[in-house]
DNA sequence: TCGGTTTATGGAATCGATACCACATTTATC
DNA sequence: GATAAATGTGGTATCGATTCCATAAACCGA
């Protein structure tokens, strides 16, 4: 492996020159300049980051924190974020938490002593260790998804987006409208969803079932799962509608449905959030939500940019959505 | 921030010690391992990986290139990748070519001034500078997808799996056959599956009409195009089954032919590869070729894990596939 | 021609860890 | 009880870059 002082040597000249004519600061003659710049290319010499950040203290990595590497809405997520790091000679050091909360922190940790200059979450959950974990990391830090205290969050607007679904829903005449939703630990996609669409019925003066309320897991299957147990536990009082708050999950309710011979819309609409590409390719196309994940990731990335170059004070911004009206309800 | 000698201090002991507690390694007393561990915990030291990187020249950190992020296929390989490496610590740095040719060459090159410890890449084509640049780079190092010179590759059974998809559909009594591709430039889903189908109907005595070949560009729109080309230009002479190289593109033709008020299959045919999501859910369920992509990103880490460790020679693996028989065909 | 910039280069310290060697003390072995 | 082996700890060099300071030649206006 060749090294900056072999690359001085060969030239001749100090490191501390061959230092400048690659980080192009300070005075280097031109002739000097050619001179090392040709050793570089002949060599194939590359500088090792390691020394650079140890000195530094600067790695250009940026660190991100993702639930499950998998998914549509991770992937686009990550796609935004990449697209403006990288104008930036960033990189992404990836991880993966696989739901586990205390992955999330340990990752926190993790990140840190690689040295990576900035970490941005997606975050699942809220709790006060978490939390901690970020402020003694004290790096710049945004979380995507998750209100968490003390951080620059950019935010869905879940509570309205799940209000506007049921909305819709009522004003195709829908009264009976049941909800397939997740654990409420993740505040955001579990509880503001649900209260939205809990208080757009309340005041439209809807009753709602206890059977009517099932809780997924986020998968398919688990949505299949949560359409038969409202199916067969309302037997008497079967709703017309039913609001998921994934579209992974509306795909399986729908599978289900259809399995059991309803017809969607007519007999039951269904409608969920996220606008997967999946969303617009199932028959009936699924009415749904759209987030703009990668326009989070791009504004996570550009707020993170800002953020290392100078402090800022902890903002949140909530991004807009937009309800996808399709064949579903 | 505080350091290996910050500790040492704290516990009256040399940073040799302090070290050898934080690696498991030598001869420490109980009392001063406590000791040290105790401040471990009270402080929130965690060591700094860039400079036991530049010492040890390692960097726990595995590169991955990849054409695209946020597409299923490359999601699903980087969880299996992840899977593996995260066993043993190792954490991804992610990097996105956006089907630039000479951001894969530039990859390599600063993948490996990061010290990283191999490099897992998704090809989508071969040249000699590329081959080149993974010489001169001299890590381990596993290609994905592509049969590239002198490297250990993982391929898809791509000629075979074209084949046996042709196959299919000529036993479904199909004989004018279009086809779906891309450039050649991707030998493997560009070239060999092009070859699979073609000898196909060679084999078959099929004849091929010019009109009935297209080449897209992996999108669903490219697909929806290339179904409206073959259309349009082969109005006297109408294949009954069009055999796309890639799922999405299946799914756009489908749109396309839907649109057309064609009946899938009845009046045409359809077959895609990749066995997304998507293709279980649309209607009529895509017909298509499993490549269990997630797994062979676990296999590509544990390769890539196993030649980290010890040299290993350069080898060839062939996955499996499974032909995914549903209702398109 | 003289002092002051500008240009050009090198030397030494430093970042935070690990590795190797040296040395002292205990414990085991015959 | 002498010698060998195991245990415990510290000192110093080192990894490959950057940074700061020193030095010197070239240039320049008065």
Not at 21 to 37: A, F, P, Q
Not at 302 to 315: G, S
Request: aromatic residues 6%; proline residues 3%; hydrophobic residues 35%.
């Amino acid at each position: 492996m060749t090294t900056i002082n072999d690359i001085a040597k060969m030239a001749n000249v100090s490191r501390t020159t061959v230092s400048r004519v690659l980080n192009n600061k300070g005075y280097v003659s031109e002739d000097v300049r050619d001179r090392i710049l040709k050793l570089v290319k002949e060599t194939g010499y590359t500088p090792s980051l390691s020394a650079k950040s140890l000195r530094t203290k600067k790695s250009g990595v940026i660190g991100v924190i993702l639930p499950k590497i998998s998914t549509e809405t991770a992937s686009r997520v990550v796609s935004g974020i990449n697209e403006v790091v990288s104008k930036e000679d960033y990189q992404i050091l990836l991880t993966d938490t696989e739901l586990n909360k205390e992955k999330e922190i340990e990752f926190i940790r993790l990140l840190k002593s690689r040295q990576v200059d900035g970490i941005i979450l997606l975050a699942t959950n809220i709790n006060e260790d978490l939390t901690q974990a970020i402020q003694t990391a004290d790096l710049p830090f945004i979380s995507i998804g998750q209100d968490l205290p003390g951080v620059t969050s950019i935010l869905y607007d879940d509570y309205h987006a799940a209000a506007d679904v049921t909305n819709m829903m009522i004003s195709h005449q829908h009264k009976k409208i049941a909800y397939i939703g997740v654990g409420e630990q993740d505040p955001s996609v579990g509880g503001l969803r649900k209260e939205g669409y809990l208080d757009t019925m309340a005041k439209n003066e809807l009753p709602i079932h206890n059977e009517w309320i099932q809780e997924g897991d986020f998968s398919i299957e688990s949505g299949y799962e949560c359409a038969k147990k409202i199916i067969k536990n309302s037997a008497s009082n079967l709703p017309t509608a039913i609001f998921c708050v994934t579209d992974r999950m509306a795909i399986g309710a729908m599978e289900y449905l259809r399995e059991q011979g309803f017809s969607i819309p007519k007999d039951i609409a269904i409608a969920g959030i996220g606008a997967s590409t999946l969303s617009k390719y199932v028959t009936p196309a699924l009415t749904t939500v759209d987030y703009f994940n990668k326009h989070a990731g791009e504004k996570a990335a550009q707020l993170l940019l800002a953020q290392m170059k100078k402090k800022k004070p902890k903002e949140k911004f909530v991004q807009s959505y937009r309800l996808i009206k399709r064949d579903s309800v």
